[in-house]
């Protein structure tokens, strides 16, 4: 019979091996995606985490049109933050497609100045990926501009129904699935929880 401790240093040997072979050093585009809660809040732990650290971080919020969220209230004192609401609030509420593209176009036109430029390490594209499914941004150029960044420069992009082209040009995808929501059973949204 194995014991604990055989198994612990089995898989201390796998796991040192797996960091061995990791050598290349850059920049990784992440995507957080999915119908569950919690991809935006993860990508803001990350923005906590880059910051920890010293390092300067770009948030660019698509879709999303309210400024009275905790995550904005906290980051927008940090130094080190540049936060950019883009959004005119989600599409059901606008009902003006035209008003939503403009709105998505302008928001990327402040992301690719973040991209371009390398002293900013961390860029978050939050909700972005709704641009993608209402054609507000040609996928393509988003992809090639990613792919166009700074070596050392980490994206996240967040949404749900990330299309197949930005997971297959990202290095890390999370698919966060949904198996209850508070708001299904007629509990609101809640400040610091929700918003």
Not at 59 to 85: I, N
Not at 108 to 115: S, T
Request: aromatic share 8%; charged share 25%; hydrophobic share 45%.
């Amino acid at each position: 019979m194995i014991t604990h401790e055989q198994r612990m240093q089995k898989k201390k040997a796998v796991i040192d091996d797996k960091i061995a072979a990791a050598q290349e050093q850059r920049g990784v585009l992440l995507v957080n995606t999915g119908n569950g809660k919690g991809k935006s809040s993860a990508a803001f732990g990350v923005v906590a985490r880059a910051l920890g650290h010293g390092l300067k971080v770009g948030v660019v919020q698509f879709v999303k049109g309210r400024s009275d969220t905790g995550e904005e209230a906290f980051f927008r004192r940090q130094p080190g933050v540049t936060w950019h609401v883009g959004g005119e609030g989600y599409t059901w509420e606008t009902q003006d497609k035209e008003r939503d593209a403009r709105a998505a176009q302008a928001a990327w036109e402040v992301a690719c100045g973040h991209l371009a430029d390398p002293e900013i390490c961390l860029v978050v594209l939050d909700e972005m990926t709704y641009a993608f499914k209402y054609g507000w941004l040609d996928l393509d150029t988003v992809i090639a501009r990613l792919l166009a960044r700074p070596s050392m420069q980490h994206v996240i992009i967040t949404g749900r129904a990330a299309p197949q082209a930005l997971r297959d040009a990202a290095d890390t995808v999370s698919d966060i699935a949904m198996e209850k929501h508070a708001f299904q059973s007629g509990i609101q949204a809640m400040p610091g929880l929700e918003f």
